[in-house]
């Protein structure tokens, strides 16, 4: 009697998915068409999954993609957190478990689930099987809805997105970064809040609604934000400039440590919500998820509560700052 061939990770014991079907939706423009997705799928064959494959079309709305989902065993995104979240958005409380694949520039969705970057590495999430349940947002602007994981905002946050575009192609993350010197000074307004049927107004550079609350390298934004509370966290960012966020981003980062109370104050606002208007005196361009809309101020937003099973070896815990 010979014994079974070894699995692609090496480990004889760790658990195949023969049996298992695997539905791939893929952005092939998403961080400049390079990932490590071909030898992520051909891994997944090895481990004896049966994985359909469907590259995204422009014009064909995400929904046609995953109209046969409860046929399959597991769903993945493939691209960047707009391609992910837009997908995790179409197939909300269908209960498949979904992989975030990070093949877009940033990925600060997989970054989130704390994920690998390998394929090898994803493979063995998908095939430990492990999921937590977690919020998504709805945006809806015009009639016109969307869904978004991370966050949704508009001000500074949205016009940095807006003049990154061009240079994403050629720069990559850094593009981010530019962006943000550019617009260190960024112009204020008054903003015209509605926070669970509460008026609120507040002069500053812009309002995010987060529901994920990890920028890059996992830094927390700020504290207490968590994905599976059934609720936003709602930042007002009444700093006179991105520089004077700074100290708040050092504060998040201490409490994570368990290195002391806050130090620093009064640049951001944070409110607990399950729905929210948002409204500005100049119009504003609006980002979720780091997608442009079409549309500028105003908008409105609901929490959907464990709309999505995230496939990760991370605990709910773990996802929270």
Do not use: W
């Not at 998908?126 to 937590?132: C, E, K, L, M, N």
């Not at 504290?223 to 006179?240: E, H, N």
Request: hydrophobic fraction near 40%; glycine fraction near 10%; include cysteine.
């Amino acid at each position: 009697m010979t014994a079974p061939p070894p699995t692609p990770s090496g480990d004889p014991s760790a658990p195949t998915l023969t049996g298992k079907r695997v539905l791939v939706v893929f952005n092939p423009k998403s961080g400049r068409g390079d990932s490590e997705l071909p030898e992520f799928v051909q891994l997944l064959r090895e481990a004896g999954a049966e994985v359909t494959e469907r590259e995204l079309q422009k014009g064909t709305p995400m929904s046609d993609y995953v109209q046969d989902l409860e046929s399959f065993t597991y769903l993945v995104g493939s691209g960047g957190d707009g391609t992910v979240s837009s997908l995790a958005y179409a197939a909300r409380y269908r209960n498949v478990p979904m992989l975030a694949f990070p093949a877009g520039t940033a990925n600060l969705i997989a970054q989130n689930l704390d994920l690998p970057t390998d394929a090898a590495g994803l493979v063995d999430v998908v095939r430990s099987g492990h999921s937590i349940r977690l919020d998504m947002g709805e945006l809806e602007v015009k009639g016109e809805l969307s869904g978004f994981c991370m966050l949704a905002g508009a001000g500074v946050d949205a016009v940095m997105i807006k003049d990154s575009e061009e240079l994403k192609e050629r720069f990559g993350a850094m593009a981010y970064v530019m962006s943000a010197m550019k617009h260190l000074n960024a112009r204020k307004t008054t903003f015209h809040l509605t926070i669970d049927g509460q008026k609120r107004e507040f002069e500053g550079i812009g309002v995010m609604l987060a529901n994920f609350g990890m920028a890059n390298y996992r830094l927390p934004i700020t504290t207490d934000i968590s994905p599976g509370d059934g609720q936003f966290t709602v930042i007002l960012m009444k700093a006179g400039n991105l520089a004077r966020l700074l100290p708040n981003l050092i504060d998040s980062v201490r409490v994570k440590l368990n290195l002391g109370d806050p130090m620093f104050g009064g640049n951001l606002e944070t409110i607990e919500a399950r729905t929210v208007t948002v409204d500005a005196a100049e119009p504003f361009p609006i980002q979720y998820d780091g997608e442009l809309h079409d549309e500028s101020t105003p908008f409105s937003a609901r929490i959907l509560p464990g709309a999505v099973e995230f496939l990760t070896q991370a605990k709910t815990e773990d996802v929270q700052t």
